[in-house]
C-alpha cells in the first residue's frame, strides 16, 4: 500500500490533469488572447490596449510552450513563460525587420491566433483528465 505522501503517487496523480490552477490559466490567458485580437482588429489605442498589450507579450507566447511542460513549481513556471514570451518576441520581430516584413498589428493577430491552440489544449486538458479520488 502506498501513502498518500508518496511523492511518486503525487507526481502520477499530477501528470494526468494538472493542478486545477493550470486550466483557469489558460482560461485567464485565452481570454487575454482574444482580448487583444479584438483590441487590435477594432484599432483601438490608449491604457486599455497597452496593459492588455503588456499582459499579452508577457505571458501568452511563454505559456503556450511552459504550460505544456508541467513542471509543478509555479515560481519557476512564471520566470520561464516571461523569458520564453521576451526570447520568442526578440527572434521574431529580428526576423521581421530583417526579411522586411515588419507589420506589427499583423504579427500580434498571428500570434495570438498562433498561442490559442495550445491555450484551448491546456484548459481542456483538465476536463479530459481522469477524476482521481484520495
Do not use: K, N, Y
Amino acid at each position: 500500500m502506498t501513502s498518500t505522501t508518496d511523492p511518486a503517487d503525487a507526481r502520477a496523480r499530477r501528470v494526468g490533469g494538472g493542478a486545477p490552477w493550470r486550466a483557469r490559466a489558460a482560461l485567464a490567458l485565452l481570454a487575454v488572447d482574444a482580448a487583444f485580437v479584438v483590441l487590435v482588429v477594432a484599432g483601438i489605442h490608449g491604457p486599455t490596449r497597452f496593459a492588455v498589450g503588456l499582459a499579452f507579450a508577457l505571458l501568452v507566447p511563454g505559456w503556450s510552450i511552459v504550460g505544456l511542460l508541467h513542471l509543478d513549481r509555479p515560481a519557476l513556471e512564471l520566470a520561464l513563460t516571461i523569458a520564453t514570451s521576451l526570447a520568442l518576441l526578440l527572434v521574431c520581430a529580428q526576423l521581421l525587420l530583417s526579411l522586411s516584413l515588419w507589420h506589427l498589428e499583423a504579427f500580434a493577430i498571428f500570434l495570438a491566433l498562433a498561442c490559442a491552440p495550445s491555450l484551448l489544449w491546456q484548459f481542456a486538458e483538465r476536463a479530459r483528465a481522469p477524476r482521481t479520488t484520495t
